[in-house]
């Protein structure tokens, strides 16, 4: 009975040793992560927002009409023996003729202080008129300018002419009769003297002599012999 209880006690042992192997053993399962609770996220703090400046709106410039400016005519040059032939006047304006212009457009010129439009004449383009808004008296020469442009600042050429406004007529009375004024002819002579060209005329009518005419030089160094038409 003894020797039954001794062997009784030590299988005891052994399978409380072989229970405490296993339980050592045995894979401690994972302790769970704590949990960590929701951080409480602050609203978005309102932002003033600027707001747009008010743009002014641009104030109207009157706006100034540009100023026409005048085309310069284009020039040439005079042809050869271009010259004053007469002048003359007619419903208060003085009109002075040029020969051989040859001009396309209108030209603007000066005689001494006066000043003058000139243009083509319509029935022989290759004459030059030139007209001054006014009576021009008691003048023989007189220095022309000629211009491209209406303010006479592009000058393009200049002369000087006998304008042949002086009233130098001689009337013979001595011939007078009833038909005086009949019948006129008159005789002419141009001629030169120191490079100038002077006229001489001489008219006669139904009673004779009539008058006469002319701008010869009283004093000049050299006469020089005839010309052509110069009045």
């Known amino acids: 009975m003894k020797k039954f209880l001794s062997s009784f006690v030590l299988c005891a042992l052994i399978c409380l040793l072989a229970l405490a192997a296993c339980k050592s053993s045995a894979t401690p399962a994972p302790s769970p992560e704590p949990t960590l609770l929701p951080t409480a996220t602050l609203p978005p703090t309102a932002t003033a927002t600027e707001q747009p400046t008010e743009t002014p709106s641009p104030t109207a410039t009157p706006t100034t009409a540009p100023t026409p400016t005048e085309t310069l005519l284009p020039f040439a040059g005079f042809r050869d023996l271009f010259r004053l032939f007469r002048t003359w006047y007619l419903e208060d304006k ?75 007529t001689i009337y013979h009375h001595q011939y007078d009769c009833p038909d005086r004024g009949e019948n006129v002819e008159c005789v002419s002579e141009y001629r030169l003297y120191d490079g100038i ?33 110069c009045d």
């Open 94 to 168: 003085t009109y002075f003729y040029f020969l051989n212009a040859g001009i396309e457009d209108k030209l603007y010129a000066t005689a001494d202080e006066f000043e003058l439009d000139c243009q083509a004449d319509p029935k022989f383009p290759a004459q030059m008129i030139c007209v001054y808004d006014g009576t021009i008296e008691g003048r023989t020469m007189m220095d022309f300018r000629f211009f491209t442009d209406r303010a006479r600042t592009v000058q393009v050429f200049e002369a000087r002419y006998d304008a042949d406004l002086v009233d130098d």
């Open 197 to 229: 060209c002077y006229y001489a005329h001489t008219c006669y009518d139904a009673c004779g002599l009539y008058y006469s005419r002319d701008n010869l030089p009283e004093v000049y160094n050299e006469f020089q012999g005839f010309t052509t038409p």
